[in-house]
């Protein structure tokens, strides 16, 4: 906008004192031509280009088609434009491009050459976790062993590269696995080309070696003040599950062997199909790949621990049909329940309606510790039940991490908005709670 107006002032008042272009306005006697005066001089076509440029960026950004549907044409466009924007800007005689260039080098020499292709070059076994009906990988679980140093926080993501692939095309892929783990897990859906020939050399190949730059994207409420979020709720959809799935082993492994205070950790996943559920299982409730891959979190939350036997408990209470149609409401019968808590919660919602037959039949097993639901997860209720729940433990604050399609984080946060208690000035009235929201969101193809 500024580089637009920057453009009118120029044609029709004249540009600085070493001579307007006799095209402009601003000039007695010239013969004015805005198309002529674009490229009328140096000045004039570098500044046209520069303009052209940033505008090409930003329309390309806009409109989501490009970027959704052919991610490596808009990335090579945008290096491409952003490396002409530097060099117009000299040519445009602008001195500060100086230091725009050589904060952008710098950037890019630590980034990608320092952290990425000499201190977090590593190696990852690949696993296929899922497959479509004609054999061929959706899934991946890439289990990487973790660079001398590298430290990360529960819920962050990592940019990836894989030189097999391409060793300049990082891509951003959230964190699985708790920070105190032995290994870094990383679980990739296909969703675009990259992510499909991901899914090809999983199934040639074994071992691969990687390329890791970051960690980022820190969750903006301190899931280590546990004065202040004893409970947590985490509302993920579809391959949304990773950080949430990271977010909640680190609580329960810190709540496990450092006597962490957590009072509810409530986990909702919205997911198309039963088959997700199976290939990436929710919190520790999963298998270790192997003895030597055994885990922390999956040896201090095996089926014999206590945070299981509650999961059990409860998952057994539901099944067992002493509550409404709506399987939210225990009848009065079932209050005993309400004296052993299970600390942990897991309700999965599969959203296509066609696959009701599935979920009885899951739901007949009675050696899965979470609950399923067929339809999207009514968030109104949940958020009530929350809030009802931290008001009898004597709780203000609620931690909610989100992540997912656009459409669901949307509708969480407007939730945390509608339910969080009103403040009246410097007063907080009694039995108010309070939803503090980290949200992350991906687009679906």
Same mark, same amino acid.
Request: glycine share 8%; net charge negative; hydrophobic share 40%.
């Given at each position: 906008?500024?580089?637009?107006?920057?453009?009118?002032?120029?044609?029709?008042?004249?540009?600085?004192?070493?001579?307007d272009?006799?095209?402009?306005?601003?000039?007695?006697?010239?013969?004015?031509?805005?198309?002529?005066f674009?490229?009328?001089? @140096?000045?004039? #076509?570098? /500044?046209?280009? *520069? !303009?052209?440029?940033? +505008?090409? =960026?930003?329309l390309?950004?806009?409109?989501?088609?490009?970027?959704?549907?052919?991610?490596?044409?808009?990335?090579?466009?945008?290096?491409?434009?952003?490396?002409?924007?530097?060099?117009?800007?000299?040519?445009?005689?602008?001195?500060?491009?100086?230091f @725009?260039?050589? #904060?952008? /080098?710098?950037? *890019? !020499?630590?980034?990608y +050459?320092? =952290?990425?292709?000499?201190?977090?070059?590593?190696?990852?076994?690949?696993?296929?976790?899922?497959?479509?009906?004609?054999?061929?990988?959706?899934?991946?679980?890439l289990?990487?062993?973790?660079?001398?140093?590298?430290?990360?926080?529960?819920?962050?993501? @990592?940019?990836?590269?894989?030189?097999?692939?391409?060793?300049?095309?990082?891509?951003?892929?959230?964190?699985?696995?708790?920070p105190?783990?032995?290994?870094?897990?990383l679980?990739?859906?296909?969703?675009?080309?990259?992510?499909?020939?991901?899914?090809?050399?999983?199934?040639?190949?074994?071992?691969?070696?990687?390329?890791?730059e970051?960690?980022?994207?820190?969750?903006?409420?301190?899931?280590?003040?546990?004065?202040?979020?004893?409970?947590?709720?985490?509302?993920?959809?579809?391959?949304?599950?990773?950080?949430?799935?990271?977010?909640?082993?680190h609580?329960?492994?810190?709540?496990?062997?450092?006597?962490?205070?957590?009072?509810?950790?409530?986990?909702v996943?919205?997911?198309?199909?039963?088959?997700?559920?199976?290939?990436?299982?929710p919190?520790?409730?999963?298998?270790?790949?192997?003895?030597?891959?055994?885990?922390?979190?999956?040896?201090?939350?095996s089926?014999?621990?206590?945070?299981?036997?509650?999961?059990?408990?409860?998952?057994?209470?539901?099944?067992?049909g002493?509550f409404?149609?709506?399987?939210k409401?225990?009848?009065?019968s079932?209050?005993?329940?309400?004296?052993?808590?299970?600390?942990?919660?897991?309700?999965?919602y599969?959203?296509?309606?066609?696959?009701?037959?599935?979920?009885?039949?899951?739901?007949?097993?009675?050696?899965?510790?979470?609950?399923?639901?067929?339809?999207?997860?009514?968030?109104?209720?949940?958020?009530?039940?929350?809030?009802?729940?931290?008001?009898?433990?004597?709780?203000?604050?609620?931690?909610?991490?989100?992540?997912?399609?656009?459409?669901?984080?949307?509708?969480?946060?407007?939730?945390c908005?509608?339910?969080?208690?009103?403040?009246?000035?410097?007063c907080?009235?009694?039995?108010?709670?309070?939803?503090?929201?980290?949200?992350?969101?991906?687009?679906?193809?």
């Open positions: 906008v500024l580089g637009a107006f920057h453009l009118y002032v120029s044609y029709v008042f004249g540009g600085d004192d070493n001579g272009s006799r095209f402009s306005k601003a000039v007695v006697g010239g013969t004015p031509n805005f198309g002529r674009l490229f009328d001089g @140096v000045n004039n #076509w570098s /500044g046209t280009i *520069l !303009l052209d440029c940033m +505008a090409a =960026m930003v390309m950004s806009f409109f989501q088609f490009l970027r959704r549907y052919a991610f490596n044409i808009w990335y090579f466009l945008h290096m491409v434009f952003g490396i002409l924007i530097l060099v117009m800007l000299f040519l445009h005689s602008v001195p500060s491009a100086a @725009v260039t050589a #904060w952008w /080098g710098l950037d *890019l !020499l630590v980034r +050459a320092v =952290m990425a292709g000499l201190k977090n070059v590593t190696r990852a076994k690949l696993r296929v976790i899922g497959t479509q009906h004609h054999g061929k990988a959706r899934l991946v679980e289990i990487v062993q973790k660079p001398e140093g590298f430290q990360y926080n529960a819920g962050q993501f @990592v940019r990836l590269a894989i030189p097999a692939l391409s060793s300049v095309e990082f891509h951003p892929i959230s964190i699985a696995s708790a105190d783990e032995k290994y870094i897990v679980q990739v859906r296909k969703l675009g080309d990259w992510t499909e020939r991901l899914c090809e050399l999983a199934l040639t190949t074994d071992f691969t070696d990687v390329l890791l970051g960690p980022y994207g820190a969750p903006s409420v301190d899931l280590e003040d546990d004065d202040k979020y004893t409970m947590v709720l985490c509302v993920s959809g579809g391959i949304g599950v990773t950080p949430c799935q990271s977010v909640g082993k609580l329960l492994l810190k709540h496990r062997q450092e006597g962490r205070r957590l009072k509810k950790l409530n986990f996943w919205a997911v198309r199909d039963l088959q997700m559920v199976e290939d990436i299982p919190l520790f409730l999963g298998s270790a790949h192997n003895d030597e891959e055994k885990t922390e979190v999956e040896e201090n939350y089926k014999n621990s206590p945070e299981f036997q509650r999961m059990m408990e409860r998952a057994d209470y539901f099944r067992s002493k409404d149609e709506n399987l409401t225990p009848h009065a079932g209050f005993e329940l309400l004296r052993r808590p299970a600390v942990v919660q897991a309700d999965i599969c959203t296509r309606q066609k696959l009701q037959n599935d979920i009885e039949r899951a739901n007949a097993r009675y050696d899965l510790p979470y609950n399923l639901y067929s339809g999207r997860p009514d968030l109104d209720q949940i958020f009530e039940e929350m809030k009802e729940n931290a008001i009898t433990m004597g709780e203000t604050n609620i931690a909610v991490i989100g992540c997912g399609p656009a459409r669901l984080i949307d509708a969480v946060q407007e939730a908005r509608k339910h969080s208690s009103s403040v009246m000035g410097a907080i009235e009694e039995d108010s709670v309070f939803f503090d929201f980290h949200k992350e969101h991906f687009e679906l193809k």
